[in-house]
């Protein structure tokens, strides 16, 4: 493959050779030390979801300074943004894993037309959410309260962040596709911006100043879709310029059922997987609501607080997607498997490290958030036993991103339904009422879902080993990168 490397500014790969050019340029993902390959595509998505996440708390704190309606009325509005950002997401994350595997296998004709298929489904994606925005938010909402003001500023936030939700769709369009090159810092850097902006815009338009009027709720809506729209411009703007190794051409698109069919065998399962927390937090926010409010406060508080140790994890699986993809394409099976090995080593750390911190320093954690009273000490009793589970859970978050990678959608969606849906909800409402644990048993129940998904995640890794590993695959397929 012949590149000019001034037209490949975001390939870490083109940079570091320091090639002519006339020289063929072998795509980094199959040829570098794995574990330094995994940590220079996985540490700027890591930074990229801690801002993320950074961003949710500090966005949360700016509204509650309004009223405590206001915080309620963007709570309640919550599972429909999540609902935009998990299509966002599992369309990414479908969209990389089909380029990546291409690209592994060589079939530029198949690269250059998922991202055709990208641009265009991601332009669907938007009009869709405008429908949602436009006709579902306030029925939605009336679902949770009557409360005229909450349904109002409910209301006026949703519209917002749905209506325009195409400023998410195309910059995580744009920021999958460099990642499937092996280009993580830019994306990094997008994110930042992203998140970056709105942290600056919330307090400007939510309270007002340099002559700005305050437009309280429907300001944080405003300022977060204005992060999302200038990052995904510089990001397409950028990607057009600099497209290395994927070349979008819109003139000539061509509806193509294999490539759709590729793409989407992840991306819905992704999608769903994104939406679990969602449905689970109402699930079980139904069980604490009949024991004790303070149970409910605290579900809340555990979420934000997890994303500190999920997101870092989540990065690195990010990281690791198209090298496995790029591998498992090229019939390269031991880089492949070292891969998983040292993805699976650092996420171990990283979920021990959170561990650690919940245990050592729980009451210092619900300080952050003014805890005091049964609030604190409730508080600290279910950061300690949902701990637990933390370092366990590292084997569903690997292996469940190893299935994305290798297009086995499904196998992905089953651990990520065990982790979340499938025993936490009845293992908690047993717990928690026949056998009188409370709200304890709630608590108990994270761990336990943890410990089962681990055990299944292993067992369906083994047994697509003995199905479609090297010793099952014929040359054919290894080379077309077939799974």
């Known amino acids: 493959m012949k590149r000019n490397p001034s037209k490949s500014g975001f390939s870490e790969g083109a940079a570091a050779a320091n090639l002519s050019l006339e020289t063929t340029i072998e795509n980094p993902m199959g040829t570098r030390p794995v574990f330094p390959l995994l940590m220079r595509m996985a540490i700027p998505p890591m930074i990229s979801m801690l801002i993320q996440s950074m961003y949710n708390i500090v966005d949360s704190i700016f509204v509650a300074q309004i009223s405590q309606d206001a915080l309620t009325a963007v709570s309640l509005a919550f599972p429909l943004q999540n609902l935009a950002l998990a299509v966002a997401v599992g369309f990414g994350v479908g969209l990389n894993a089909c380029i990546a595997r291409n690209l592994g296998a060589g079939n530029q004709k198949a690269v250059d037309s998922a991202a055709a298929h990208g641009f265009y489904f991601s332009l669907l994606h938007s009009i869709l959410f405008v429908i949602i925005g436009w006709l579902g938010s306030g029925p939605f909402l009336s679902l949770f309260s009557q409360d005229p003001e909450i349904l109002k500023m409910g209301y006026e936030y949703s519209s917002i962040v749905l209506c325009l939700s195409f400023g998410n769709m195309f910059h995580l369009y744009t920021e999958k596709m460099f990642q499937a090159m092996g280009s993580?810092?830019?994306?990094m850097a997008m994110q930042a911006f992203g998140a970056g902006l709105n942290i600056v815009l919330d307090p400007l338009f939510i309270f007002g100043a340099f002559g700005l009027p305050g437009m309280g709720v429907k300001g944080a809506a405003v300022a977060t879709i204005l992060g999302q729209i200038a990052a995904a411009s510089l990001s397409f703007f950028c990607f057009v310029r600099h497209s290395g190794e994927i070349h979008l051409s819109l003139r000539n698109f061509k509806l193509n059922g294999k490539i759709l069919r590729d793409i989407y065998s992840v991306t819905i399962p992704s999608a769903i997987m994104m939406s679990l927390p969602s449905i689970l937090v109402g699930i079980l926010n139904g069980i604490l609501a009949g024991l004790s409010q303070v149970g409910v406060a605290i579900l809340g508080l555990y979420f934000k607080l997890q994303t500190f140790v999920y997101m870092p994890g989540s990065g690195l699986i990010q990281g690791m997607r198209p090298i496995v993809s790029y591998n498992?394409?090229?019939?390269?099976?031991?880089?492949?498997?070292q891969t998983v090995k040292c993805s699976s080593l650092v996420t171990v750390l990283l979920m021990a490290a959170g561990t650690l911190v919940f245990l050592l320093a729980p009451q210092q954690i619900m300080g952050l958030f003014q805890a005091q009273g049964e609030l604190l000490e409730s508080g600290v009793q279910a950061l300690g036993i949902i701990s637990l589970g933390f370092v366990v859970s590292s084997v569903g978050v690997?292996?469940?991103g190893v299935f994305e990678a290798l297009g086995k959608?499904?196998?992905?969606?089953a651990i990520s339904l065990i982790r979340q849906l499938l025993v936490i909800p009845p293992l908690a409402l047993l717990l928690a009422?026949?056998?009188g644990m409370g709200a304890t048993g709630v608590w108990v129940s994270f761990p336990a879902a943890e410990l089962l998904a681990a055990v299944v995640a292993l067992f369906l890794y083994k047994d697509w080993?003995?199905?479609?590993?090297?010793?099952?695959?014929?040359?054919?397929a290894k080379t077309a990168g077939t799974v």
């Open 184 to 187: 993580m810092l830019f994306p």
């Open 328 to 337: 498992y394409g090229a019939g390269k099976w031991d880089r492949m498997k």
């Open 398 to 400: 690997v292996f469940s």
């Open 409 to 413: 959608g499904g196998r992905s969606l």
């Open 433 to 435: 009422g026949p056998l």
């Open 465 to 476: 080993e003995r199905r479609e590993g090297p010793g099952r695959l014929s040359p054919e």
